[in-house]
């Protein structure tokens, strides 16, 4: 049996072991203590690894082993034999849950084939034959799903992770989830990866919605984790930790007194889902390459709102797929997914000064009435539009990261479009654009002008943190020396741990 390993963490109210400061590498694991250079225990037919640790405050430390594996009999008969029945319950509800669904859709699927590449054409042409296609093939998330460690975790199945004390960790870190300098990327690595899926899971719960509109929590879990790996993790910046980030940031808008205060509870469920799905399958490239390259999207989507558009009928699909909210009436579903479109075609960042002028118009008239659902949903829209572009007016640390992000995707596109001998888009060409310029540009033209109007609609200590951010930011894009404008190392940033470095 192969197990994944990972190391207990040092408490964090005890100073850093002496043994432990400045010493970084691979080290000896035996199944419960950590020991420092001793003997490999015989069990051990393998090990492979790293410790990295983080201490910017000498009282936190952040310890862990990388992609450790052993082969190791941990189990005994009783724990297999109760892990065996467990999954079998397990998977006849999930086989009960799925067959159910099967009965209830009626939907077209085909755009979710599209994006993930799942060839149904016997579905598509032979329309009488398609009451006898398996289940399996037209839902094709289920696939990738099976196959999932993330949604083996939970069942505690074959791939058991060891990874409680990560977890502790993780959830520790949640309890900051409402801070604008939440770091996202030291989440993500707490959370294996999988940050968009706790965070999102976290803040359903705490919001209470889970129980208040009765989900199944199996589907909530399964859902997230189909919006999970409906990200494209080659994607430098549009990915899941992308969308987990602007879900964080939603959060802290919807906490925000004048939102907190009036919207509803349906209002919530929407600014949340919206976020964790706004950017689902994002290609990488934008719908200007989309349309030069005559894609099929652009084409069915008549060259507006491209990406947008497939963003939506992916999250609408693995709503559907899921069979999260099939327990809602009919009218409730219908109007929820057409919310969601409108709040996700909002984050169309060339109708920006459409969205942006109306706002205006609405603050200069203080019209903007939040017992009106019209207003409210109004308000949403801007609050996704803020998410979804507050990376600049996010702390310095976590900013540069996603610039650098942001631009290397930007300069992947370019790449392809000189291979290709394509006109270039504007900002890809990594010859005539640097970071720093296309940042300050981008602040000045697009970030600030959305925040300062958001700052003036919600006035709160928030509003003006995230301006003063932005302000700093651009300063540091602006004057500080290139050397320390470049993308942090490997050993620096948050491949590896993300915040005040990794000791010598
Ligand atoms: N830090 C940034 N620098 C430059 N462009 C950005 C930055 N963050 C977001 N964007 C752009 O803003 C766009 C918002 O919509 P998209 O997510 O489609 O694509 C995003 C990027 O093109």
Redo the contacts with the bound molecule.
Sequence with gaps: MEVCYQLPVLPLDRPVPKHVLGRRGAICLTSSPVLFGGPAPRQLSKRRGAVSYDSSDQTALYIRMLDVRLKAPLYTPERVERERAEREKSKERYERTQRRQHTQFCTDFRPLQWCFGVVCAARTDAVGSEAEQPVRSVLSFQKNLHSSHLSRNHTHSTHHTLDQEYVGQAKCLLRKVGSWSFDIFLFDHLSNGKSLVDLTLHLFSEYGLIKLFQLDHLKLRQFLVMVHQGYRSQNPY?NSLHAADVTQAMYCYLQEPQLSESLTSFDILLGLLAAATH?LDHPGV?QTFLIKTSHYLASLYQDTSV?ENHHWKCAVSLLRESGLLSHFPFEDRKNLEKRLGSLILA?D?SRQNEYLSEFRAHLDRADLHLNNSQHRHFVLQMALKCA??C??CRPWHLSKL??HK?TEEFFNQGDIERRNHLDMSILCDRNSNSVDK??IG?MSFVVEPLFVEWARFSDTPLSHIMLGHMASNKYKWTHLPQADLREPTQSTSSKTLPQGGLGP
């Design positions: 549009h950017d934008n990406l984050t960042i979804d572009i990376n600049p996603w610039s942001v296309i940042q981008f």
